[in-house]
Structures are given as C-alpha cells and as structure tokens.
C-alpha cells in the first residue's frame, strides 16, 4: 500500500483513497457510493483551496501598501497632466479599467482590516416623543436585498403595523422586527401620514444601513414564552407523500408520540416546527392541528361516499 509523505496534502491523500477502494460484493453500494464522493472534482478544488489558505496562514504575509487605490489615483493623475508614450497610454488605461480598480478596493480593504460596516450615530432627538421603555430603535445593515417585511395600516388606529416578516430576510435575521410592530420612523422619516406604498419605496430606497423606531407589539419576555409550545404527535407524518405541503424539502417528518416543539404558528394551515432532541436545529413544515382535522375529516367523508353501505331487501 503506498504511503504517504509528511507534506502529502488533503487533495493528495483523498486520490489514494480513491485508489484504494476495492469492489466489495457485501457493500457494493456503499463502496460505489463513496468512489462517487472522493471522485467529485468540486471537493478535490475544495481541498487545493484549503491548502493554499493553509499555506497561505503559515507564511503570515503582510501587505506591502495599505492603500493600493490611493496610489493608482496619484499615478494616473499624474500620467494625464503630461505628455505621453504609448506605453504610458496603456498603462494609463490599464490603471483606468474599473475592474482593476475594484480589485484595488477590495485589497485596501483586506489590508487595512475594515470589514465591519461604518454606522452613523444615532440622532439625538430620537426619544423625545415617546416613553423610553414603549420605543426600541433598531438599526439594521442592508445591501440591495429587500428588508423581507411586510406593512399594512390598522384601520381602527391608522398605525403603520408590520404585517409579515419574510423568513431569511434582512428583517428575520436581525430577530428585531416583528409581525405586530407598529413602525414610526424610517431613517428619521415620520410615517405616521405616509401610504404604506411611500413607506415601501422610502425602505426600498435605503442602502446601507437603515434606522427604524419601532413600537414593540409585545414584550420581549411575553414573546419569549409564547414561542415555546410543546405538543406530542398522535400520527405518523412524512412530508415525501403529502401532496398539499407548500416544500417537501422543507417538510419535517415525525413518528407517532415523538414531541414536537412548534416555533412558529404565524401560518394558520403549516407550522414551524423541530423535534424535540433532534440535533438538526432547524425548523421544518409540518401541518396545523386545524388543517390536519379538517384533512382528515374530508378523507372520512370521501371513503364514506366511495363506499356506500350495500343495503340488502329481504326475500
């Protein structure tokens, strides 16, 4: 059996295993399965890139220039205010493309370290018009991607509410934006007599970072504990054979009396849902206590039709 060297690398080792797999007719899938593995070309690139960045830590470079860009200013500035050869003309459009540019940007960037995103600070009127503990300011950073909420106005108050929050959006993963949340100000923009279509170009239009002052519609402690609903399961559910659900993939299938922690009841046909114990810590679909009654008693009801007792008169 070759052996390997102490400079092998991971890429290097993964081909001899690749080698070493031998047809074994007791596993014959688990071999073929693991061939298939070791010999995708993306995981062989995955390991190349691991090394280089494993080679790259132990020689610990450090940039030469922390601002590439600024240079490339000066030196361009200076190719344009005199006479020039073709070269210098090549090098001057080179230096021009916005291409390198970017790639000067982003350099000065890595060099100097500054990956955390500049916040302005807060206004300082911002909690003169409400009682400190009923207003929550938050402040969430946002490239082009939509906020991933909703708004409506109540018609009894004329409140601005946020009506849905879009799962994986900017607004669900900060965990500060609520459904129920009455909004005021956008980036120090009152929208109390603002149309919700205003308020969604004024939120469209926010790059960067975007403040929002925020009437929480429960307390945090309140949220906190009505999130928490334990329930054990009286059917076995596998979402692989349910037609009706929205995502099979994002289904969560259960056995009969597994107990069922539901975190989310927002959807008044599909929960959010994981099994208790469970080491995968994402929630997965399954169906409401309503939607599940009402299923069942539509297939009782179709079974009864399609089945009609046969009534026999006497001789």
């Known amino acids: 059996m070759p052996v390997l060297s102490e400079d092998s690398g991971l890429h290097e080792t993964l081909a001899l295993l690749t080698s070493q797999l031998r047809p074994d007719s007791n596993h014959k899938e688990e071999m073929g399965f693991l061939k298939d593995v070791f010999s995708e070309k993306s995981l062989s690139y995955l390991m190349k890139i691991h090394e280089k960045l494993r080679h790259y830590e132990r020689q610990s470079p450090t940039p030469v220039l922390h601002s590439a860009a600024g240079l490339v200013e000066d030196v361009i500035e200076e190719l344009q205010t005199a006479p020039v050869n073709n070269e210098e003309k090549e090098l001057l459009q080179l230096l021009s493309t916005p291409h390198l540019r970017a790639m000067l940007v982003v350099h000065d960037t890595v060099a100097q370290k500054n990956f955390d995103p500049v ?161 995968n810590l994402r929630a997965g679909l399954i169906p409401s206590k309503q939607f599940q009654e009402r299923r069942l008693t539509y297939r009782r009801t179709i079974g009864t039709q399609q089945n009609p007792k046969i009534v026999k008169k006497p001789l």
């Not at 900060?174 to 007599?193: K, M, P, W």
């Not at 975190?263 to 849902?273: I, K, L």
């Open 119 to 279: 916040l302005p600070p807060l206004p300082d009127n911002f909690d003169d018009d409400f009682d400190e503990e009923s207003v929550k300011i938050v402040r969430l950073v946002k490239n082009k991607e939509p906020l991933g909420a909703t708004i409506r106005r109540d018609e009894h108050t004329g409140a601005v509410i946020v009506a849905r929050i879009m799962r994986g959006g900017a607004a669900d993963r900060s965990g500060l934006v609520h459904v129920g949340d009455e909004l005021r100000e956008v980036n120090g923009i009152a929208v109390l007599h603002k149309r919700p279509e205003e308020i969604s170009q004024i939120l469209a239009q926010s790059q960067g970072s975007i403040t929002l002052k925020i009437i929480p519609a429960v307390k945090e402690e309140d949220r906190l504990k009505d999130s928490k609903v334990f329930m054990r399961a009286l059917f076995c559910y596998n979402p692989k054979e349910d037609r009706a659900i929205p995502c099979q993939e994002a289904g969560l299938p259960f056995k009969r009396r597994h107990i069922l922690e539901v975190v989310s009841q927002d959807d008044p046909t599909w929960w959010q849902a994981k099994r208790v114990g469970d080491t």
